[in-house]
């Protein structure tokens, strides 16, 4: 049982140089395409003992020709002009023809009458049955023509019939790495091969002994192990300053524990300061000395400058005034006398009689003012007596 294949294959290069012939042309295009076919034959046997032959048809296409304008090797009514092909071809060989093509603008994808005409006129000039038809179509996809689309297939003829085979471009998708070892080199030119003629007498002698190629191979196999013997050496480099840096990774990361650690012993051992150290002498003496002011008891101003009485101290801090302020009692037992006096006095004064002297009521103040200034303990001493009967006292 046999299986037909048919495959076409183009570079990337031509490709995109027949999309830039395409694109920056005003007409339509055509010209040749060169190339080579390549036929294989498969052969598969299975466990059933069954043979399955495939046989594969791979078409090359190396390089393109264009013609200067349409209608060039052939007329309106599709004959072909053996002279004017010859022409054309003039710098290539006529045996890598491989077919031609045509690039039309906002067309379908399908050959036209004529177009069939002249293919068949084309391989009974050129005595090749199996050309090939390349047509490619560009269309635009914004009405600004910002974008464009561009479309390429070949056609194969049987018969009278034409088969639309799809054109698979090298590098170009997802390839098999064997699909590389099919793709065969470029078509070379006349210029090519006289270029190459010139430069054989260097390489070969006159007995095509290929001595000095042999000694360039020779060089770059020893290139080679030298290459693969530092791509060693780098590699064993490379490894051991991986090495070298996990390590160090690892030594930071320790460093940075035992620093934490360290901080957080310093932290546990160390006491935490006071926010705010209150004087508690100093409180306890504005409390006893001043019971009724607050606000001499705080220690935060508001921003104007004023104290704020909900943050006054009203804590008792159990200090013996007696023992570390005896001068605050001292005060307070003076303080009290001279309320007792001021209250005496003011009693004593409503509860006169009003059939009393003055001067009566003199001696009495003088009286009064001679014990207050005993009982105060002032080392100054006021002499009253009663032969100054001035009515003005004498200090």
């Known amino acids: 049982m046999a299986e037909f294949k048919t495959t076409v294959r183009m570079s990337g290069f031509v490709l995109s140089s027949l999309m830039f012939q395409h694109l920056n042309s005003d007409t339509d295009v055509e010209g040749f395409i060169l190339g080579e076919r390549v036929a294989e034959e498969r052969s598969n046997i299975t466990d059933s003992q069954i043979d399955q032959v495939q046989l594969e048809h791979t078409i090359s296409i190396q390089k393109h020709v264009p013609c200067r304008a349409l209608h060039t090797f ?45 293919h068949q006129n084309l391989k009974k000039a050129l005595s090749n049955q199996e050309l090939v038809f390349v047509l490619l179509t560009a269309t635009e996809v914004t009405s600004s023509g910002s974008t464009h689309r561009l479309e390429y297939s070949t056609f194969v003829s049987h018969g009278s019939q034409y088969h639309k085979i799809p054109i698979l471009v090298n590098n170009l998708g997802m390839l098999e790495q064997q699909d590389y070892w099919r793709v065969s080199t470029a078509c070379s030119s006349l210029s090519h091969s006289q270029a190459v003629r010139k430069c054989r007498s260097k390489f070969l002698s006159s007995d095509d002994n290929l001595s000095k190629v042999e000694h360039i191979s020779n060089m770059n196999d020893i290139l080679l192990t030298e290459l693969k013997n530092a791509c060693k050496d780098v590699e064993e480099s490379e490894r ?43 409180c306890t003496s504005l409390k006893a000395l001043f019971p009724n002011a607050p606000l001499l008891r705080t220690q935060a101003l508001t921003l104007e400058g004023f104290p704020v009485l909900e943050l006054c101290c009203d804590t ?50 003088l009286g009064d003012t001679t014990g207050l200034l005993f009982e105060s303990g002032s080392d100054t001493e006021v002499e009253l007596t009663g032969e100054n009967k001035s009515s003005s006292p004498v200090f």
């Open 240 to 282: 051991s300053v991986e090495k070298l840096r996990a390590e160090v990774t690892a030594l930071r990361e320790a460093i940075s524990k035992r620093s934490t650690q360290q901080k957080r012993r310093e932290t546990k051992e160390e006491p935490k300061p006071d926010e705010c150290q209150e004087n508690v002498l100093l």
């Open 74 to 118: 052939y007329n309106n009514v599709g004959m072909v002009n053996r002279d004017e092909i010859s022409r054309i071809l003039s710098n290539h060989k006529e045996d890598s023809v491989i077919g031609w093509y045509r690039q039309r603008r906002n067309t379908h994808q399908q050959m036209t009458f004529k177009e069939q005409l002249i």
């Open 316 to 365: 008792d801090h159990d200090i013996d005034i007696s023992a570390k302020l005896p001068l605050i009692l001292d005060c307070q037992h003076t303080k009290a006398r001279k309320r007792k006096l001021d209250t005496w006095e003011r009693s004593s004064e409503q509860c006169l009689l009003p059939g009393l002297s003055p001067s009566s009521k003199r001696k009495k103040n």
